[in-house]
């Protein structure tokens, strides 16, 4: 029997909420993870106050929050997401001749964890371990499109969370709702000059095998200096790839 029971159960509902395609209502998680409901009541209740679990008030349901995905993301970022994506990233700069990078979610920002430049291209500010935020990115924009609006809402509350960099990029919640619906309908995100001026990047997301964004693949060039089109072709395939890879879905 384990030594700390309110641990292990809240890693049973950590794990059952993880394996669910939608938010639960107590009840569900109460009898999926053998609690009382007013043990499961407490439980959630002190999860949705660390974020590890968001309480959807309209709906009596609890889904993951945004802490959960930070563990799950600190966990790509600790190696085996930079060794498996090494190759692939290389491939794409090869097949593009343009500079690529792999990002992952921080909070509301995005830290570059693998960067592969391209012979002959301007420099950037993606280096590795450099943080931006992720509402101006390209790889941001990625990984936010496929988190659920609960999510995203807990990042981005108010207009006061938004940062602004050169004047361009949305500013409030629902300019970000809005740019979030185009990225989902085109299938990749863009960013153009948001970041530098100058310089525009696309990017597609890297997802598990329940659907959750584990990190951002983009490629950033010249403005006028490539098709956008072509280049989310090529970046949407590698991040297929490494989603396959990782046991999520290609």
């Known amino acids: 029997m384990a030594q700390v029971p309110a641990a292990t ?14 938010p639960v209502p107590l009840e569900a998680i109460a009898r999926a993870c053998a609690l009382p409901r007013s043990s499961a009541y407490h439980l959630v209740s002190a999860m949705v106050e660390e974020g590890f679990v968001v309480h959807l008030d309209d709906e009596h349901r609890y889904g993951l929050g945004v802490a959960a995905f930070e563990v799950g993301s600190g966990y790509a970022r600790q190696g085996p997401l930079q060794r498996i994506a090494r190759r692939p990233l290389a491939e794409l700069v090869d097949r593009t001749r343009q500079s690529a990078h792999l990002a992952v979610l921080h909070g509301s920002d995005v830290l570059y964890v693998l960067e592969e430049r391209a012979p002959g291209r301007p420099p950037l500010v993606t280096d590795v371990g450099v943080r931006l935020p992720a509402h101006l990115t390209a790889s941001g924009r990625a990984v936010l499109a496929h988190l659920s609006g609960p999510q995203v809402r807990a990042l981005y509350p108010s207009a006061a969370s938004f940062v602004v960099r050169h004047g361009t990029g949305p500013t409030t919640p629902s300019a970000l709702r809005s740019l979030l619906t185009e990225t989902r309908q085109r299938g990749y995100a863009v960013e153009t000059g948001e970041v530098t001026p100058g310089l525009s990047s696309v990017a597609a997301a890297v997802l598990d095998h329940n659907g959750h964004p584990l990190a951002g693949v983009a490629v950033t060039y010249a403005e006028g200096d490539a098709d956008p089109t072509a280049l989310a072709d090529d970046v949407r395939r590698t991040a297929r790839l490494l989603s396959t890879r990782l046991g999520g879905r290609g």
């Open 9 to 22: 159960r809240t890693l049973r509902v950590l794990r059952y909420l993880a394996s669910q395609p939608d």
